[in-house]
């Protein structure tokens, strides 16, 4: 074999060989691009209400078992009796407390007592919700002796709280930011001077405090700034609420986030029964985290 025959055979060995990485590499590119797009479509679908079963939820339609708050703890010592046959539930707060723009008059706690009698417990529920009041009105509301009594002997105890706070300091379309944070502050005291008082007549049972949602999203120049504002004063809740045993945060924000205003009574402030049943949802799932 001649000098000149050798280099072109040899040539051509590297130009083989050459085309085979090129080929092989094109291939890893191309599953790599198909595992990204099926990993992007998948984590959208389930952040958009799929779920990893494959059972996707339908827009509009109430999950039967919502996705639970990001801070919920389970196994932890204090949750729900699950052995015993009556649940205690006592309800405290505002106008979502007491269930206000529910046409079936249940609100979520009236559908959380219903998942419970579901379940084949006996509910004995106290609501003490009081329409208009604000976290100044609740720490008042603590001293009656009625309220504690009711408190101590609680197997749950659920609490909406702040939305009022947040609502006379808006002052919107203006949107007042120095009320906000002045109201803000004094939210986060009363918070910690309220869990503190519930927690020194009941060391046992769960609390469940609503986080805010934004029910300002159709005032479409101020969304941005008000979904700021709100998630700030749930990051504030999350602050407080985690200085104390057994209590959650219950995430709202998301569940009007998307379509709101489907889930909003007419006042477009409160929600109507379907946003109640949403709420009330991610309540019992985040239930099942301390059960």
């Given at each position: 074999m001649n000098r000149d025959t050798e280099v072109k055979q040899q040539s051509k060995r590297r130009g083989s060989a050459s085309r085979r990485v090129v080929q092989a590499s094109i291939w890893l590119s191309l599953i790599a691009t198909v595992l990204l797009i099926v990993g992007f479509?998948?984590?959208?679908?389930?952040?958009?209400?799929?779920?990893?079963?494959?059972?996707?939820?339908?827009?509009?339609?109430?999950?039967?078992?919502?996705?639970?708050?990001?801070?919920?703890?389970?196994?932890?010592?204090?949750?729900?009796?699950?052995?015993?046959?009556?649940?205690?539930?006592?309800?405290?707060?505002?106008?979502?407390?007491?269930?206000?723009?529910d046409a079936s008059g249940n609100g979520f706690a009236g559908d959380v007592a219903a998942d419970y009698r579901h379940e084949g417990k006996r509910v004995v529920m106290t609501n003490l919700g009081i329409d208009g009041l604000t976290s100044s009105g609740l720490r008042k509301q603590l001293q009656q002796a009625s309220v504690?009594?009711?408190?101590?002997?609680?197997?749950?105890?659920?609490?909406?709280?702040?939305?009022?706070?947040?609502?006379?300091?808006?002052?919107?379309?203006?949107?007042?930011?120095?009320?906000?944070?002045?109201?803000?502050?004094?939210?986060?005291?009363?918070?910690?001077?309220i869990l503190k008082q519930l927690r020194s007549w009941n060391q046992t049972a769960p609390v469940l405090l609503l986080g805010l949602y934004n029910p300002y999203e159709n005032v479409t120049t101020k969304r941005q700034q008000t979904n700021a504002v709100v998630e700030s004063w749930n990051f504030m809740e999350d602050t407080v609420a985690a200085k104390f045993s057994n209590t959650i945060v219950v995430r709202t924000f998301d569940l009007f986030e998307l379509g709101g205003a489907k889930y909003l009574?007419?006042?477009?402030?409160?929600?109507?029964?379907?946003?109640?049943?949403?709420?009330?949802?991610?309540?019992?799932q985040d239930l099942q985290g301390v059960g």
């Amino acid at each position: 074999m001649n000098r000149d025959t050798e280099v072109k055979q040899q040539s051509k060995r590297r130009g083989s060989a050459s085309r085979r990485v090129v080929q092989a590499s094109i291939w890893l590119s191309l599953i790599a691009t198909v595992l990204l797009i099926v990993g992007f479509g998948y984590g959208a679908y389930v952040g958009f209400g799929g779920t990893a079963a494959g059972n996707s939820v339908k827009p509009g339609q109430v999950p039967s078992r919502a996705q639970p708050s990001a801070n919920t703890k389970s196994g932890k010592p204090g949750s729900v009796n699950t052995q015993s046959n009556t649940i205690h539930l006592v309800v405290l707060g505002d106008s979502l407390a007491q269930g206000f723009g529910d046409a079936s008059g249940n609100g979520f706690a009236g559908d959380v007592a219903a998942d419970y009698r579901h379940e084949g417990k006996r509910v004995v529920m106290t609501n003490l919700g009081i329409d208009g009041l604000t976290s100044s009105g609740l720490r008042k509301q603590l001293q009656q002796a009625s309220v504690r009594q009711a408190v101590t002997p609680a197997s749950v105890i659920l609490l909406s709280i702040g939305g009022n706070d947040l609502n006379n300091a808006a002052g919107l379309p203006a949107l007042n930011l120095q009320k906000i944070t002045a109201a803000q502050r004094q939210f986060h005291t009363n918070l910690a001077v309220i869990l503190k008082q519930l927690r020194s007549w009941n060391q046992t049972a769960p609390v469940l405090l609503l986080g805010l949602y934004n029910p300002y999203e159709n005032v479409t120049t101020k969304r941005q700034q008000t979904n700021a504002v709100v998630e700030s004063w749930n990051f504030m809740e999350d602050t407080v609420a985690a200085k104390f045993s057994n209590t959650i945060v219950v995430r709202t924000f998301d569940l009007f986030e998307l379509g709101g205003a489907k889930y909003l009574y007419a006042d477009h402030f409160h929600p109507n029964q379907t946003g109640y049943a949403r709420i009330a949802a991610r309540i019992w799932q985040d239930l099942q985290g301390v059960g």
